[in-house]
């Protein structure tokens, strides 16, 4: 079965199959992104692409987190390299999720003294939805540092490819200052607290050490399509070294145990697909 499977995911080395076509979507849009920013000097073409784009980008974040908590290529050159590519969609640069999200949120997401992403505040209230994007967005970098220092082995990568990755878009800004500002460091910002905002409906307002009452889920068809099977919530944290493509499978082996009241369709599958 082993020898199967490698040649199978054939010689760029993806761990999984399934990983192949949203990582050629990805990159065929960072293409498009660098083919505008080299021939498109329009402001109003340069503004209409970005707010067009602010979708799809966000559900470059999705990708982006699945990588970091299982790397899609069995080559770690292979796997930095993504790793920027998604930070130039996603304003998430290498090691920062695996840091805060991975190695943080994740160990802690039952104990919002200590969660990453703490939906409460310090008097124990429940943040506003706005309130919790910002916090979320503006402690990102900071938290995924402190998470680093607990774990030396993985905070140099993180700060190496960060300055790289800032020094590459300072560059294109200079270079090409509204092509720059349009296509890579507005994105970068939204996508961020795109990130953020679509997390508070994971496990706002459910206080408990019940890890199968602890997230929300949410089983439409196209959302997990596009997301990659994000809204099989509560089984990725379950076991969230599982791949992506896996967890329908693991939630029906745990779907008995998490309440009723846990189903629902988030904010965004309501705005853009209905029900």
Avoid at 17 to 34: N, Q
Avoid at 225 to 248: C, D, E, F, I, M
Wanted: charged content about 15%; overall charge positive.
């Amino acid at each position: 079965m082993k020898k199967t499977n490698k040649k199978e995911n054939g010689l760029l080395g993806f761990r999984y199959k399934e990983d192949r076509w949203p990582v050629c979507i990805v990159l065929a849009l960072t293409v498009l992104d660098f083919i505008l920013y080299f021939t498109v000097s329009n402001i109003a073409a340069l503004t209409a692409y970005y707010f067009v784009m602010l979708l799809p980008k966000g559900v470059i974040c999705a990708w982006n987190h699945h990588h970091q908590h299982l790397f899609t290529f069995r080559n770690n050159f292979l796997n930095r390299g993504l790793e920027f590519v998604y930070a130039l969609h996603t304003g998430v640069t290498t090691h920062l999720w695996r840091l805060h999200h991975v190695l943080g949120h994740h160990l802690n997401f039952l104990d919002q003294e200590e969660d990453e992403s703490r939906w409460k505040r310090k008097d124990g209230t429940k943040m506003g939805v706005i309130e919790y994007t910002l916090n979320v967005a503006i402690t990102a970098y900071p938290r995924g540092y402190t998470v680093g220092k607990k774990h030396p082995k993985q905070l140099p990568i993180f700060l190496i490819y960060t300055a790289l990755t800032f020094m590459f878009v300072a560059f294109l800004v200079w270079y090409n200052p509204v092509a720059g500002l349009m296509l890579f460091v507005l994105p970068m910002i939204t996508s961020l607290l795109f990130t953020a905002y679509v997390t508070y409906e994971h496990h706002s307002g459910l206080d408990t050490e019940n890890e199968f009452e602890a997230s929300f889920n949410n089983l439409d068809p196209l959302f997990n399509r596009l997301t990659g099977n994000l809204g099989y919530h509560t089984a990725h944290h379950h076991k969230q070294g599982v791949h992506w493509s896996k967890l329908p499978d693991l939630h029906a082996t745990i779907e008995d145990k998490i309440p009723a009241h846990l189903y629902q369709k988030s904010i965004l599958t309501r705005m853009f697909l209905g029900g």
